[in-house]
């Protein structure tokens, strides 16, 4: 099959880390498809590039690959920077479809498939039907929960969602959402994203804090993600100074860059924690991985998430994590090992925090485990193929009439056979009420087999049951009513 990807977060010349869950994504379809990738650049970060004597050449150079051997092309993108953001999706097309025109017709892809509901998917979306293509949205968490609450900008984003073929959600609490906002539900899958499981593995604490250069002794919280408003650093540094007011030994570590930076160190400073806070800037993954090793916990105060790459990450690497309980993170969460308190509360955080680092004893297995990149993959491929294959009888005729392609029916099993491991399953229509799955309930004669846990999960050949290690998390049955 033949897959293009559009969207903005994706590793480009200018930076090379954004998007890299995407990239991920990208690796792993690339090894069953074909795939090219059309990335739009801010002309912000393009001219600033060029001021500074860099990119005089343009945007695509032929020396950076963010995945090798999958194509890609980075055209830039104007805008009006901070105003009339529900038109940002006019813009982007302006900008990008003459040259994202040429890209379909020499491509000829099977399905188009993008990131980010807008302005990227109205862009996709648009694109996919001018020339009789599918198209599959998917929704990262902060487009639909934040942006597409209110205003002009909710109504070009669920206009993006109802004239999609499928969207594609990586957590239940986004589906809901969008149930809830009329979007038709048999379009809707869950496809929760994968982890790389040979690189995010558990490992020995004194080694990964000698690799980083930190001391080897002493309590250790790190705090992975961009340094934007959304993620809530603010509030962790005031919980970070309650808990140095109540004489709790730590350093914390903020792992990431972004336009905060200055903001932070001065309220670092402010706060007299310098010397307990640390700015590491941007990680490569295989330092995060490092880092989440080193660490007692992971900590993330964001406002608004999906289901956060870090914490997959963290998991996957055996640290448990203090977080926000917005979004998709009660789905991942464990209470045995992990503590959630409400968002922008720093004093509920900072109590979380000193009570998760009294928990010294040996825990059970966890109930959720992030599958491998590819098993994630292979569930997004699934619904990649039922899309193309419920829309192409359609297609031509609504080329010629205009019309929107009738939505995909739902898929009827799981053809990899491991039906309590399927993410994609169809939400019940938007009138349906959602019943959250209890992962207890869920018939144990569909557990997969010790091979299909180990092929899933990416991990080493060892003898164990499947409920001796607890099940992925992406087991769920949502019931039709």
Sequence with gaps: MKVLFYSYAYPNPINTGL?????????????????????PVSFVDAW?????GKRTGGLNDPEFSAVPGVPAEYLASYYTPKILRSQYGRFMWWSTRRR????????????????????????AVRMAHRHGVPAVVMVGGSDV?????SGSRQKKILDVMRNADAVVTVSLDIAETLLKDGVNGTKVRVVRRGVDRTLFTPGDRTVSRCALGIPETGTVLVCAGRLVPVKGHSHLLHACRLLAVRRVPFHL??????????????????????GVVHLRGSQSQSQLAEWYRAADMSVLPSLSEGVPNVLMES??????????????????ADSRHDRLVPPASPVALADAIEWQLKVRTKLPPRAFEPLALKAAARRL?????????SVTSASSAWFASGQPIPAPAPSAADPHGATACCVQNSLPAASSAITRPVLSAIDETQTPSSSQWQEELCLPNTNFHANELGRTGEEFVIPSR
């Excluded at 998007?19 to 990335?39: C, K, P, Q, W, Y």
């Design 315 to 332: 998991i996957a690497c055996g640290t448990p994590f203090v977080a926000s309980d917005v979004g998709g993170i009660p789905e991942i």
């Design 48 to 52: 600033r590039e060029r001021l500074k």
């Design 145 to 149: 929960l934040l942006l597409g609450r």
């Design 19 to 39: 998007g890299t869950f995407n990239r991920s994504m990208i690796a792993g379809l690339a090894t069953d498809h074909e795939i090219r990738v059309v990335s």
């Design 253 to 274: 570590y903020l792992l990431g860059d972004g336009p905060l930076r200055n903001e932070l160190q001065r309220q670092i400073t402010e706060l007299g924690l310098d």
């Design 381 to 389: 491929s699934q619904v990649l193929e039922e899309v193309r294959g």
């Design 100 to 123: 994202l025109d040429r890209v379909m017709k020499s491509f000829q892809p099977d399905v188009v498939l993008s990131y980010w509901a807008h302005p990227d998917g109205e862009v």
